[in-house]
């Protein structure tokens, strides 16, 4: 596709169920990034990958969070037991380049909507 | 650590008028790069405009510039000519040169346009 493709745009969980979100990175992009946004707030880090490495991983704010790339383009992340405190929006981007260039602009999905309750 | 402040929570301007939303950053690295993203309700950041901060020259795109002062690290954003369309979240955000690609955004300004 033309941007990046993430599924589902909204998900209710019950606490303590497990959830999967997909992101499908706009093709030839090396690296992808997960960023999680609670209400009324920016978007924090969560993990990084270049290809399907996970080069950091220091924004998973717990080991429920898990992320996968297994063959460098779509990714999932995943959320186990999950909690009242996940709900959140979940955002995915990917960029053409990897390490410090300017030309590595991000491009963001529409997102995931997680409502736990 | 580097962070991000953006000091009003919401602002409003009048079609046609220019609105400037503030932006301050904490960091202790020379070089870096700061953005701003657009987020309407679809919840697509969309790149509004980046600066180079080893470039003194402010960067422009259209009715979009700022106003980059780096020893008072402030970035601050003008809309000029504003339209109904600008009406959305902004969010500044920095990344560094030194580290992964990571973004580091602040809280957001929800900008209204009125007509």
């Known amino acids: 596709g033309a941007g990046v493709s993430q599924s589902p745009r909204y998900k209710v969980a019950k606490r303590g169920q497990d959830v999967a979100l997909r992101c499908d990175p706009i093709?030839?992009?090396?690296?992808l990034f997960w960023y999680q946004q609670a209400l009324g707030q920016g978007p924090e880090f969560l993990t990084y990958?270049?290809?399907?490495?996970?080069?950091?991983k220091s924004g998973l704010p717990s080991d429920r969070f898990f992320a996968e790339r297994p063959e460098g383009s779509v990714s999932t992340l995943k959320i186990q037991r999950t909690q009242q405190e996940d709900s959140a929006v979940y955002l995915c981007?990917?960029?053409?380049?990897?390490?410090?260039?300017?030309?590595?602009?991000?491009?963001f999905g529409q997102g995931t909507r997680l409502t736990v309750v | 650590a580097q962070t991000v402040t953006q000091s009003q929570p919401e602002m409003s301007v009048q079609e046609a008028e220019t609105v400037t939303l503030s932006c301050t950053y904490d960091?202790?690295?020379?070089?870096?790069?700061l953005f701003w993203y657009k987020q309407p309700p679809s919840r697509q950041m969309i790149l509004v405009i980046r600066?180079?901060?080893?470039?003194?020259q402010n960067a422009t795109e259209n009715r979009f510039s700022v106003n980059f002062q780096k020893a008072a690290k402030s970035f601050s954003l003008k809309i000029s000519d504003s339209q109904l369309g600008d009406a959305a979240m902004y969010f500044c955000?920095?990344?560094?040169?030194?580290?992964?690609?990571?973004?580091?955004f602040g809280t957001g300004t929800r900008l209204q346009v009125f007509p």
């Open positions: 981007a990917s960029s053409l380049g990897g390490g410090a260039s300017m030309n590595t602009e991000a491009f």
């Open positions: 093709s030839g992009h090396v690296s």
């Open positions: 990958f270049q290809n399907e490495a996970q080069l950091d």
């Open positions: 960091t202790s690295e020379s070089d870096y790069y």
């Open positions: 600066q180079e901060a080893y470039k003194q």
């Open positions: 955000a920095y990344r560094s040169v030194y580290d992964t690609d990571k973004l580091i």
